[in-house]
């Protein structure tokens, strides 16, 4: 009893049959959502990596100014317009209160984002469709992505960087 | 020295009463602080209004974050588990000297945390992210605040120990305090994972450590962060155990199951923070699958364990009764008019299809994707903080006022109303949030107009109708916080001292009678309930993972 001790002999009641039958499927629902997570892994193709590299700030900046370097194709509002080819390394720095560079992708093709910081955490979140992830200083964080549908998307930071937090938005294209 | 308590027989220590109503008192002024932000935060995020500056902004969901989580519920707490360790055990505080002194330093750390913040030298929010950083006396703030929680958690233990020697009750502890120490229990392992985050970090912010590593600070952040949502989470459901009893005098349909699933708690939740970083670089995807399923499910098996023996004891308790017509006879017939009831009950549905089936939508691998960092992440805590564990305690308070600080309620029939007004506006509070987030508005943002940016974003134009009902569920609630407010300030303070049993204006039940020779199940209607609540769990997980498919592929 819940304010008052149990009575005696609690211990060797037996269980009801409702209980059983409810233990029993709650059992088979958690192991069935375990199994879910790892089977999405073989047959989903929506997996956060788990590839990350370490760098530094000095690193991957030096990374980031080849591949732009490499792929630029213009500016707009004073970021870099990057059109990369498909199949290779892309580099997206967060930085207070910009994600870098533009990006010009092709759908259907694959790209190896590195999504690194410079500063703060900040929050790589992909609108519209609405994909989230972390980005951290020192952490070079590898994703390979496939854009499935053409048209515009932008990256807004989700991950608090202080009082300019809100102004942080990037910028990707799709091209079919 | 002891009083005997009129109505339900305890031995009352006069020693403990004031502590917990010290205890109490400044939840309730957390908690009203707490509530004054949320409301600044609602009018600033609804962009129709979008009452404050930036830097107020993110203070105020700084200040709000940690009055409402941390202030309001702590303080809360630790005048629950002094309640539990002596008047439910019929015992003395052991030593009460050592609960004042444990109630300064929780004071001072609440003082300068609250300081800090308003003062600007914190605009960290409560999760204060390295290399965010905040001056060293927020910092300080914190560490002194929990020493106090922790020596009040030892207070509580030795209390336990005290009423074992002096045998002042039989047999095996009462359910509602056995949870409290596994809460206990909890809180002591979680406030040590607190020491090994908050001492380096104030360290570094007096400058001795040169820089910390962010995901290394993220992951024992939450370690600490985490874990101190299964405290609250075990002592709500100490509270609905309790609140059952006193209720419709029910009790568990099977202690040992209630029993062990408290301690299937203490084994699975605290290695379960790895959810808050599922979608972080750094950690592999063994150690994430692991330990946010294989572990974290031991925590959800025992919720579901919970969910079922909670309803199940009062149900089993009404049929005794006598209301065992059809399936559901015994909701029915529930004494609603107890606003202790209703708020258990209330925040029972609430943490349940709301928090709950959000909670393992987010807290599964891919899924997290959709939801990480967005609104319907604070959709789906207030969907457990605010609906189910602030509820709860609200509910709690209905009792502690006449039988602690021997009040009347007061504004009896607003006092009915006010767990369905909180429990409304909490529900469209979150479940519009969780809809926002869904469509990709992010949490702890400024401005999602993006007003001065180079690019911006234009979100699907269905979020303006979310978002006004995201503002009538925020200012419902907090609506229903403020009546809970006056009515214990006007009680406690104002209020008719009760004389007698005749005063109790809320039913101390008795236990409900023997079964009579039974067939069949004791308690259909909870089965058919918990089924219908799977069902509903299983069809959103689904159609989340159907969204998935939607996105851009990624790997
Ligand atoms: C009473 C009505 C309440 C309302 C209307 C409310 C509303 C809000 C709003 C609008 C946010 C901001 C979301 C954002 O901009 O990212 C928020 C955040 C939050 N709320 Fe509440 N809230 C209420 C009560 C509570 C309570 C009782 C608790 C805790 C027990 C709580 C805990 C939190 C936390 C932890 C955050 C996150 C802060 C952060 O992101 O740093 N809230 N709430
Ligand atoms: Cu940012």
């Known amino acids: ?85 498909p199949n290779t390394d892309v580099f997206m720095r967060a930085q207070i209160w910009r994600w870098e560079p533009v990006l010009i992708l092709k759908k259907g093709e694959s790209y190896r984002f590195h999504l690194a910081s410079t500063d703060f955490l900040h929050g790589f979140s992909l609108q519209p469709i609405n994909m989230n992830f972390m980005v951290y200083p020192n952490h070079d964080y590898v994703l390979t992505f496939t854009p499935t549908e053409a048209g515009e998307y932008k990256v807004i930071c989700n991950e608090f960087c202080g009082v300019g937090h809100h102004l942080m938005v990037g910028k990707i294209v799709v091209e079919e | 020295m002891f009083r005997t308590c009129d109505i339900t027989g305890f031995k009352v220590d006069r020693k403990v009463e004031p502590l917990i109503k010290a205890n109490a008192v400044v939840a309730v002024v957390s908690l009203l602080l707490g509530v004054t932000g949320a409301l600044l935060l609602v009018l600033t995020r609804w962009q129709v209004v979008h009452l404050l500056l930036p830097d107020w902004y993110y203070r105020m969901l700084t200040f709000h974050g940690l009055n409402a989580l941390v202030f309001w519920i702590v303080f809360f707490e630790i005048a629950g588990l002094y309640f539990g360790s002596t008047i439910i055990l019929n015992c003395k505080m052991s030593t009460p000297g050592v609960g004042w002194f444990a109630f300064i330093l929780t004071i001072l750390g609440f003082g300068l945390v609250n300081y800090a913040v308003l003062a600007g030298k914190a605009d960290v929010l409560f999760t204060s992210y390295v290399p965010l950083r905040a001056e060293p006396v927020y910092y300080l703030g914190i560490i002194l605040f929990a020493v106090g929680a922790l020596i009040a958690c030892f207070l509580f233990l030795a209390n336990l120990k005290k009423a074992k020697q002096e045998k002042t009750y039989e047999g095996s502890l009462p359910l509602f305090t056995y949870g409290l120490l596994a809460a206990c229990i909890i809180a002591i392992l979680t406030i040590a994972t607190g020491a090994i985050i908050y001492i380096p970090t104030l360290l570094w912010s007096l400058g001795y450590i040169k820089s910390l590593n962010p995901a290394m600070y993220k992951l024992v952040f939450w370690g600490f962060g985490h874990s101190s949502q299964q405290i609250n989470v075990t002592a709500m459901i100490s509270i609905w155990y309790l609140g059952a009893f006193l209720t419709v005098g029910g009790t568990s349909i099977n202690e040992k199951v209630s029993r062990i699933a408290f301690m299937l708690y203490i084994i699975g939740i605290n290695v379960a923070s790895a959810h808050h970083i599922l979608s972080d670089p750094g950690v592999g995807t063994e150690f994430k699958i692991f330990n946010t399923s294989y572990i974290m499910y031991i925590a959800v098996l025992a919720s579901l364990i919970h969910a079922f023996a909670v309803p199940s004891a009062i149900e089993s308790a009404q049929r005794r009764r006598g209301f065992t017509k059809g399936l559901f006879d015994w909701l029915i017939n529930a004494p609603w008019g107890n606003p202790a009831f209703s708020a258990v009950l209330l925040g029972m549905l609430g943490f349940g299809f709301i928090g709950g089936v959000t909670g393992v939508i987010n807290g599964m691998e891919q899924t997290n994707t959709i939801i990480h960092n967005t609104l319907s992440l604070p959709g789906h805590f207030k969907g457990t903080v605010v609906i189910g564990t602030t509820l709860t305690f609200m509910g709690a308070a209905y009792y502690i006022v006449p039988l602690v600080f021997r009040k009347k309620i007061a504004f009896f029939k607003l006092a009915q109303l006010q767990p369905w007004i909180f429990a409304g506006g909490v529900a469209l509070l979150s479940s519009s949030m969780y809809i926002l987030g869904a469509f990709g508005i992010p949490r702890r943002h400024y401005d999602i107009t993006f007003t001065g940016s180079a690019f911006t974003h234009t979100f699907n134009p269905a979020t303006d109708l979310f978002w006004v009902l995201f503002a009538i569920g925020g200012i419902l609630a907090v609506t229903g916080a403020l009546i809970w407010i006056i009515i214990i300030v006007v009680s406690v303070f104002f209020g008719k001292s009760l004389t007698g049993p005749q005063d109790m204006q809320l039913a101390v039940a008795s236990p409900a009678p023997e079964a009579k020779e039974h067939k069949g199940l004791e308690a259909p209607g909870t089965l058919v309930l918990s089924i219908l609540f799977m069902v509903v769990f299983l069809t959103f997980i689904a159609l989340n993972y159907g969204w998935l498919t939607a996105m851009w592929e990624v790997k």
């Open chain 1, 1 to 85: 009893m819940s304010a008052i001790p149990p009575k005696e002999g609690w211990y060797y009641t037996k269980i009801a049959k409702e209980e059983k039958i409810w233990i029993g499927l709650a059992l088979v629902v958690c192991l069935g959502l375990f199994a879910t997570m790892i089977l999405w892994h073989v047959y989903g193709k929506q997996n956060p990596s788990f590839t990350t590299y370490k760098t530094n700030v000095h690193e991957f900046n030096a990374l980031y100014d080849a591949f732009v370097e490499k792929y630029k194709v213009g500016e707009e509002h004073g970021f870099a317009v990057v059109k990369p080819d």
